[in-house]
C-alpha cells in the first residue's frame, strides 16, 4: 500500500480545502495534520522548514515538500494521473493548457476579489469598509460575466467534463454563497448558477465540508 501524503493546515483554509478536494476526487490516500494559526503553529522553526513562508498549507510526499495549493495540486495530479479522476487535470498537452488558463483566471482574476471578500466578511478582526466591499464586488461581478457567457457555451470551464479548473473556484465560492449574503452574484446568473449548483455538489467537496464542520 501506497504512503499516505501529508498536508499540514486547517480544513477551512481556502488553500487548504483546495488541496483536499483534489485528494480526494484522485483517491490518493492522505494524513492531514492541523496547523492553529490562532497559536502561531504556522510560525514554528519546525513548520518553516516546509513552508517558509509560514503560510498554509504545506505538503509532504515521502522526501518531497510543496507549498502553494495549486501547485501542490497540480502535482498531485501529474504524479497520480491514473488514479481516481484521471482527466482532472487534463489528458494531453491542450486539454492541460486549457484547464491551466482558467486555473490561472481564478488564481489571478477570479481569486482576488473573491478572496477578499471571503476574509473581509468572515474572517477580519476590523470593521468592514463598505467602499472596499462594493469595490471587490463590483470586480467580482464583472468577472463573473465572462464566465456567464464562457458557461453558456460549455458545460465547465474547460470543456464539458469537470477539470481542476473547476474544482479550484470551489473554496472562495462556497463561503461567498453558503456564508455571506453575496451569493446571489453566482445565483443570479443562469449559466454560473448551472455551473456552480453541479460543482458545489460533487461528492469530493461534500466530503471536505464535512472535514470543515468536523474541524
Given at each position: 500500500m501506497?504512503?499516505?501524503?501529508?498536508?499540514?493546515?486547517p480544513?477551512?483554509?481556502t488553500?487548504?480545502?483546495?488541496?483536499?478536494?483534489?485528494?480526494?476526487?484522485?483517491?490518493?490516500?492522505?494524513?492531514?495534520?492541523?496547523?492553529?494559526?490562532?497559536?502561531?503553529?504556522?510560525?514554528?522553526?519546525?513548520?518553516l522548514?516546509?513552508?517558509?513562508?509560514?503560510?498554509?498549507?504545506?505538503?509532504?510526499?515521502?522526501?518531497i515538500?510543496?507549498?502553494?495549493?495549486?501547485?501542490?495540486?497540480?502535482?498531485?495530479?501529474?504524479?497520480?494521473?491514473?488514479?481516481?479522476?484521471?482527466?482532472?487535470?487534463?489528458?494531453?498537452?491542450?486539454?492541460?493548457?486549457?484547464?491551466?488558463?482558467?486555473?490561472?483566471?481564478?488564481?489571478?482574476t477570479?481569486?482576488?476579489?473573491?478572496?477578499?471578500l471571503?476574509?473581509d466578511?468572515?474572517?477580519?478582526?476590523?470593521?468592514?469598509?463598505?467602499?472596499?466591499?462594493k469595490?471587490?464586488?463590483?470586480?467580482?461581478?464583472?468577472?463573473l460575466?465572462?464566465?456567464?457567457?464562457?458557461?453558456?457555451?460549455?458545460?465547465?470551464?474547460?470543456?464539458?467534463?469537470?477539470?481542476?479548473a473547476?474544482?479550484?473556484?470551489?473554496?472562495?465560492?462556497?463561503?461567498?454563497?453558503?456564508?455571506?449574503?453575496?451569493?446571489?452574484?453566482?445565483?443570479?446568473?443562469?449559466?454560473?448558477?448551472?455551473?456552480?449548483?453541479?460543482?458545489?455538489?460533487?461528492?469530493?467537496?461534500?466530503?471536505?465540508?464535512?472535514?470543515?464542520?468536523?474541524?
Amino acid at each position: 500500500m501506497a504512503t499516505p501524503v501529508t498536508i499540514y493546515g486547517p480544513p477551512l483554509s481556502t488553500a487548504v480545502s483546495r488541496v483536499l478536494a483534489t485528494l480526494i476526487e484522485k483517491d490518493v490516500p492522505f494524513h492531514l495534520i492541523p496547523i492553529d494559526l490562532s497559536k502561531g503553529e504556522q510560525k514554528k522553526p519546525e513548520y518553516l522548514k516546509i513552508q517558509p513562508f509560514g503560510q498554509v498549507p504545506a505538503f509532504k510526499d515521502e522526501s518531497i515538500t510543496l507549498f502553494e495549493s495549486r501547485a501542490i495540486c497540480r502535482y498531485i495530479c501529474d504524479k497520480y494521473a491514473d488514479k481516481g479522476n484521471k482527466s482532472l487535470y487534463g489528458t494531453d498537452i491542450l486539454s492541460k493548457a486549457n484547464i491551466d488558463q482558467w486555473v490561472e483566471t481564478d488564481g489571478q482574476t477570479f481569486g482576488p476579489p473573491s478572496g477578499d471578500l471571503v476574509h473581509d466578511l468572515l474572517f477580519s478582526s476590523v470593521p468592514v469598509d463598505e467602499a472596499l466591499i462594493k469595490k471587490n464586488v463590483d470586480k467580482l461581478a464583472k468577472v463573473l460575466d465572462i464566465y456567464e457567457q464562457k458557461l453558456g457555451q460549455t458545460r465547465f470551464l474547460a470543456g464539458d467534463e469537470f477539470s481542476f479548473a473547476d474544482l479550484s473556484h470551489l473554496p472562495n465560492g462556497d463561503y461567498l454563497v453558503n456564508s455571506t449574503d453575496k451569493g446571489y452574484l453566482f445565483t443570479s446568473r443562469k449559466n454560473v448558477n448551472r455551473w456552480w449548483t453541479e460543482i458545489s455538489n460533487r461528492e469530493s467537496w461534500k466530503k471536505v465540508l464535512e472535514m470543515r464542520k468536523n474541524a
